[in-house]
């Protein structure tokens, strides 16, 4: 059964940093275009980053861009989110799923089951 595992997440000060992960089981990520959205309180689940396979790029939403950091480890089928100058807007669920496109996930995205960052402050 395929599954995505987030971990990572955690409290933190606006400045701070966090590193959040995506284990995936039963599916090999490399093959996959890989991201994260999130969902703030109250909010509609946005897309954050995605790396997409078939050209190595990445999309950043410009609320992150400079910030966040995707990276892929194919050795341990794990995707990172790498979270710097946390800001209190950036309290939501994230959660890592496939085939993602830009700011988009498709009616084929499995999801994980999120991490939360609470509240920022």
């Known amino acids: 059964q395929v599954q995505l595992v987030e971990s990572g997440g955690g409290l933190v000060q606006p400045g701070g940093s966090l590193r959040l992960s995506c284990t995936a089981s039963e599916l090999t990520l490399d093959y996959y275009a890989i991201g994260w959205f999130r969902q703030g309180p109250g909010k509609a689940r946005e897309g954050v980053s995605c790396?997409?396979?078939?050209?190595?790029?990445?999309y950043y939403a410009d609320s992150v861009k400079g910030r966040f950091t995707l990276s892929r480890d194919k050795a341990k089928n794990t995707v990172y989110l790498q979270m710097n100058r946390l800001k209190p807007e950036d309290t939501a669920v994230y959660y890592c799923?496939?085939?993602?496109?830009?700011?988009?996930?498709?009616?084929?995205?499995?999801w994980g089951q999120g991490t939360q960052v609470p509240k920022v402050s």
């Open positions: 790396s997409h396979s078939s050209d190595g790029s990445t």
């Open positions: 799923a496939t085939d993602c496109s830009g700011g988009y996930f498709s009616t084929y995205s499995r």
